[in-house]
């Protein structure tokens, strides 16, 4: 496992109570960063991982808010660097497949107008917010971002087309904001596959799920630690690496 000291620097991890999110704080805090863990207000989960990590000692804080919504994103950013007084990481992790089951291309008329509002707010202008806010603080502490993108937005296919379009934008944004914050911020993101662990709300076939690990040269699904591993790596090393999507799926199936 690699590790890094970070006493001193500071993350923003969005959607960070559950899943690649908590498993990346995890491996932030207990490299002793300082972490801000941003979730929905409404869950649960987010007061009681920001209890269990505080009991175990590192200084994480809740700091809830909707990435769809612009003014709770200024506003978590906001609190957030004035809580800790600066801000090298930003994890934007947060997304939703804004369903339960998978919707195959075929489906595309199910795809409505609030379908694609919703993803493309929450997972690709969402980041956007949250970067804007950060873009100060982050170019202020010569600091680096990692989005969590998805083989789906490499066609893949995933929980819907228009999931994967949300997701092909953001590994493209991810060139786009290197080119932007650079040289002060490495931008770049990761490309998870099947994660296996996580609160993700949209189920998949279990025997789909498992013939297509059976394909995959390593034999097994992801699990959060796997990915915040890289994302770990993009934020605490790589200092020559920016712009780029690492594609993390155990090899691919074929
Ligand atoms: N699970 C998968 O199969 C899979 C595959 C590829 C990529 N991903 C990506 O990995 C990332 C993490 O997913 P996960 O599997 O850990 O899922 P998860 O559901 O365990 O975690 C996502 C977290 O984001 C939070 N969230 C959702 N909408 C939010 C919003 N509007 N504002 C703030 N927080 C919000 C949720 O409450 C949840 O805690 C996402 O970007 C997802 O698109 C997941």
């Not at 993350?11 to 002793?32: C, D, H, K, M, Q």
């Not at 969590?148 to 994967?164: H, K, Q």
């Not at 699904?221 to 993009?234: H, N, R, S, T």
Request: aromatic content about 6%; overall charge neutral.
């Amino acid at each position: 496992m690699i590790a890094a000291d970070l006493s001193g620097k500071v993350a923003v991890v969005t959607g960070g109570a559950s899943g690649i999110g908590l498993a990346t704080v995890e491996r932030l805090a207990r490299n002793g960063a300082k972490v801000a863990i941003n979730d929905l207000g409404g869950n649960p989960r987010l007061e009681q991982e920001v209890a269990r990590l505080r009991a175990a000692g590192h200084d994480a804080k809740a700091f809830p808010g909707d990435v769809s919504k612009p003014d709770e994103v200024i506003a978590m950013i906001e609190a957030a660097t004035r809580h800790f007084g600066r801000l090298d990481f930003l994890v934007n992790n947060a997304a939703t497949p804004g369903t339960k089951a998978p919707i195959p291309p075929s489906d595309f008329e199910r795809q409505d107008e609030a379908f694609w509002t919703k993803l493309i707010s929450i997972n690709q202008v969402g980041p956007y917010r949250c970067l804007k806010a950060a873009a100060p603080h982050l170019r202020a502490a010569k600091g680096a971002v990692v989005n969590v993108a998805s083989t789906s937005g490499l066609g893949y296919g995933g929980s819907s087309s228009v999931y994967a379009s949300t997701k092909a934008a953001l590994i493209l944004l991810t060139k786009e904001w290197a080119h932007a914050l650079g040289p002060d911020v490495r931008v770049n993101a990761i490309a998870p596959n099947v994660v296996d662990g996580s609160g993700w709300e949209c189920r998949f076939d279990p025997d789909d799920l498992a013939r297509h690990v059976a394909k995959l040269p390593l034999r097994r699904a992801g699990k959060p630690e796997d990915y915040a591993e890289v994302i770990f790596y993009l934020l605490a090393g790589a200092g020559y690496i920016t712009g780029q999507t690492i594609v993390v799926d155990g090899g691919g199936a074929r």
